[in-house]
């Protein structure tokens, strides 16, 4: 349904525009029957974590991380970046996140790590904020843990980064509008925030192949998002060999 994407579910059944690759394997109140009754876990047995707010659709999670984490690491930049997926339904507080700046502002936020050409490789779904300590614009700070270092960086909010390779003692000067004088002031950053605005871009890639294969059957249901989610990014990988196949 990702590849052949109509407005409306019925209209894979209907006719004069049936899909029989959907159609013939299962009848249409079949299918809405199964949608609205799927359940990762039984909730009438199951007791939720006491800190997991994605209980109901761990498994899943789990099960993809571990796939990730079978992914061979080459030597070489990765993309860290926060991805929207689309869903304006009822969910646990702190899922749901409304960024104006996005192409699709609500939804469920996920911060994914991707390799150079979009390969995604981890990902965190986001729970919510904490408070945030006030610094000033260019002031970073570092935490070092065995090989890798964490730098937090000021700019218009905070901007964390990891690296094995580049700590925040190496710095650079960043063009950054400031609105203050209505121009570009020079602010010292650390050189990972460059390394990183320079590579940060596989994020971008794998949004844009999601996008081609999204499904807009509506659903209130935000564990069925997510799942639809899982579904594209595990079938990622399979679409990209087709496409090479198809051009030998």
Not at 17 to 40: G, N, P, Q
Not at 124 to 142: A, H, L
Request: charged content about 25%.
């Amino acid at each position: 349904m990702g590849v052949i994407s109509y407005p409306r579910l019925y209209m894979y059944w209907r006719d004069g525009m049936r899909l029989d690759i959907v159609a013939k394997i299962m009848a249409r109140e079949r299918f809405k029957t199964l949608r609205s009754a799927f359940h990762v876990v039984d909730s009438d047995t199951a007791e939720p974590g006491s800190n997991s707010t994605l209980w109901k659709i761990q498994p899943i999670l789990d099960r993809v991380k571990r796939a990730c984490d079978r992914l061979e690491r080459q030597s070489g930049f990765y993309s860290i970046d926060e991805q929207m997926l689309p869903f304006s339904g009822v969910c646990p507080r702190g899922l749901r996140q409304v960024i104006k700046s996005k192409p699709r502002p609500q939804g469920l936020e996920i911060f994914v790590a991707t390799t150079h050409d979009g390969l995604m490789i981890d990902f965190e779904v986001y729970r919510g904020s904490e408070p945030d300590r006030r610094m000033k614009r260019g002031e970073s700070q570092q935490f070092v843990c065995d090989d890798i270092v964490v730098v937090k960086w000021m700019d218009n909010k905070s901007v964390l980064v990891a690296s094995n390779c580049t700590s925040a003692d190496d710095t650079v000067f960043l063009k950054r509008w400031d609105k203050s004088c209505t121009g570009y002031n020079d602010v010292s950053a650390p050189k990972t925030i460059a390394n990183y605005n320079r590579h940060m871009g596989g994020v971008d890639i794998l949004d844009q192949s999601m996008e081609y294969y999204r499904t807009f059957i509506k659903t209130r249901k935000w564990t069925l998002k997510l799942k639809d989610m899982m579904a594209m990014t595990i079938s990622q990988p399979l679409r990209k060999l087709i496409i090479l196949s198809s051009c030998v």
